[in-house]
């Protein structure tokens, strides 16, 4: 099945064709872990689990990399605040980051590559770039890109250099021979971790590090699919784009896809009006599925709404879900008929909801198929006569859909006393012992069995 995807760089919808055949490639920009992540850094680690988990359905091998960015101002401003390492704030938020990355059922990434651990690929990146001419030393020992050494900057961000420089000046504490520079080194004196170099201790501008891991991790340094929020568009992976030009003379990937921002009661999402919600806080509180629902059921392009109304809206929805696929487990378990197996693209019953994923990610139309299956069963198990083929298909089908959408579920596992108990209560109704069958009711709805 053809996989369209909305790609940044072109602006249109385009078929999905691998640099390599039956692989893909996936970068996906990771957090700077200097605090508690907030609901916004989760929309693309759904957004792009997803569509991972669509290439791996649809038969491909896939190779999934998000960094951590764990050396940064922010992680120093923030080790002095807690009176910590830079090293130990980055564990404490990488954790606090992965226990997000599960509670909202998002699958690990391939490789999670780390700024520290690839400074000496940096380094060496930065002084290739020197040596090329396309980056320079200041006095202050601090290295810049040129910006105009590259013909076609601005092709992400549709921005035009004259463009850009209107208004742009250099700050006095810079020493750049052109506003539009960006940094490759930094030259520190702010008590914060340095690192050995070519130009004196410092450490790492934040654009180059995505450019080097991948260059480490993937052939040819070019990639598939290099995704991220809408807000990293530029200046960062403009500037992506330069240096892999500069270096190697290629883009860095084939497509870019960005995902909408998170607005709270349809005002955008920020830390000026007070109104972030805390990852961890909304996924202890709705739990992982609310959370992943109300992410998946807008168009990963367009801004996304947190209310209590939609919360309580998503709940419903789930709780509907929940029931009737729970009640079918229970009738399928009952006559020995479960089967967990996941289906595959070739099943014929998926097709619509496949088509909706790969018609650029539309997790919005692909619910909408979840529904009209939930709803098939709800038809089929209320038959006298049980389809027990039909039922069976449509558990498979489901559970497939659900995988895909990356929603889990606990569904009821009978135990030999939960069975009885069913043959008890069903017993009971027949021969007329409402008393009986009203409290063995009772107690199977408290074990979610009906």
């Known amino acids: 099945m053809q996989v369209k995807i909305y790609n940044s760089l072109t602006n249109k919808i385009e078929d999905f064709h691998p640099l390599h055949e039956n692989k893909v490639t ?38 999934f990399i998000s960094n951590y960015t764990d050396i940064d101002d922010k992680i120093i401003k923030q080790a002095k605040i807690e009176n910590l ?41 930065v002084k290739e770039l020197v040596d090329k001419g396309y ?15 590259i013909k076609d900057y601005g092709c992400l961000s549709n921005m035009k250099i ?67 929020g809408f807000d990293l568009k530029f200046p960062h992976h403009e500037n ?38 805390l990852a961890n806080d909304y996924i202890n509180l709705y739990g992982g599925n609310v959370v992943r629902y109300l992410l998946i059921n807008t168009h990963y392009r367009l801004p996304v709404n947190f209310s209590n109304e939609l919360v309580e809206r998503a709940s419903k929805e789930l709780d509907k879900i929940f029931s009737a696929v729970n009640r079918l487990s229970i009738i399928l378990q009952r006559n020995n008929l479960i089967n967990d197996t996941l289906l595959t693209y070739k099943d014929e019953e998926m097709n619509n909801f496949i088509l909706a994923l790969s018609d650029d990610l539309n997790t919005a139309n692909a619910l909408s198929e979840l529904y009209k299956e939930v709803k098939e069963i709800n038809i089929l198990m209320r038959e006298k006569t049980k389809n027990f083929v039909k039922l069976s298909k449509k558990y498979q089908v489901i559970n497939t859909m659900l995988y895909l959408l990356g929603l889990e579920f606990d569904f009821v596992k009978l135990t030999k006393d939960d069975l009885n108990l069913l043959d008890e209560y069903e017993n009971a109704k027949l021969q007329g012992d ?13 074990k979610k069995l009906i």
């Open 240 to 277: 992506e784009i330069t240096q892999e030009e500069a270096m190697y003379g290629h883009k860095i990937a084939t497509y870019w896809m960005h995902n909408g921002f998170i607005n709270v009661d349809n005002v955008k999402m920020s830390k000026s009006l007070g109104n972030v919600i």
């Open 26 to 63: 996936m970068y996906v920009c990771g957090p700077t872990v200097y605090n508690y992540v907030h609901i916004g850094n989760m929309r693309p680690v759904v957004v792009f689990d997803i569509l991972r988990r669509l290439f791996s359905f649809l038969g491909y091998e896939v190779t």
């Open 434 to 446: 409402f008393k009986k069958s009203d409290d063995l009711r009772q107690t199977l709805i408290s």
């Open 85 to 125: 390492s830079e090293k130990e704030i980055a564990e404490k938020y990488i954790k606090a980051f992965e226990e997000a990355r599960e509670g909202i059922h998002s699958l690990k990434p391939t490789y999670q590559p780390r700024v520290t651990e690839n400074m000496d690929k940096i380094i060496s990146f």
């Open 135 to 149: 980056a320079y030393v200041t006095k202050n020992h601090d290295v810049y890109f040129r910006v105009n050494k």
């Open 162 to 228: 004259e463009d850009l420089m209107v208004g742009a000046r250099i700050d006095e504490s810079e020493d750049k021979e052109s506003p539009l520079d960006f940094a490759l080194w930094k030259n520190t004196n702010d008590g914060g971790i340095k690192f050995p170099s070519f130009w004196g201790e410092g450490r790492p501008g934040w654009h180059s590090e995505c450019v080097v891991m991948i260059n480490s991790l993937c052939e040819g340094g070019k990639i598939d699919i290099h995704g991220g």
